[in-house]
């Protein structure tokens, strides 16, 4: 038996470590997490998601529906803190190219248990505006 590592340059996401109970990913910048690619939010309904700023800078954008409409807020991730994404919280990353995270969710999350809530014109130009 030895000690494993994993790496991943690439652009955006990729699993890196997977059991039966949890994954570890490596996140990068990707042209949809640029500023100038974000269109949408994600939430997982069923498992909370966690990220850790290694390199570079992210904002973790997030939105809560209050009386039907969508009130969209930002975060400001400092290096080398764990940030708890909530199971059902609209999210998603705004990264720029130098980006690195840590991603730690349960390895049951999944497509099929997430839903992507597409941004309107003006709510793009909304995030744009906190980022």
């Known amino acids: 038996?030895?000690?494993?590592?994993?790496?991943?340059?690439?652009?955006?996401?990729q699993r890196v470590?997977?059991?039966?109970?949890?994954t570890v990913g490596i996140k990068n910048w990707k042209p949809a997490n640029d500023i100038t690619g974000?269109?949408?939010?994600e939430r997982h309904n069923l498992t909370d998601e966690l990220f850790v700023l290694i390199a570079g800078s992210c904002t973790?954008?997030?939105?809560n529906e209050?009386?039907?409409?969508?009130?969209?807020?930002?975060v400001k991730m400092e290096p080398n803190k764990v940030y708890n994404i909530?199971?059902?919280l609209w999210?998603?990353?705004?990264?720029?190219?130098?980006t690195k995270m840590i991603l730690i969710?349960?390895?049951?999350?999944?497509?099929?248990?997430?839903?992507?809530?597409n941004l309107s014109a003006e709510q793009i130009e909304a995030v744009k505006a906190l980022v």
Do not use: Q
């Open 66 to 74: 209050v009386d039907g409409k969508l009130e969209i807020g930002a």
């Open 1 to 13: 038996m030895e000690i494993l590592n994993y790496t991943f340059e690439g652009e955006g996401m």
């Open 60 to 63: 973790l954008l997030y939105a």
């Open 86 to 88: 909530p199971a059902t």
């Open 38 to 41: 974000i269109d949408c939010l």
């Open 105 to 117: 969710e349960d390895s049951n999350t999944s497509m099929e248990n997430s839903d992507i809530l």
């Open 91 to 98: 999210h998603n990353t705004v990264t720029c190219k130098d």
């Open 17 to 22: 470590f997977e059991n039966e109970k949890w």
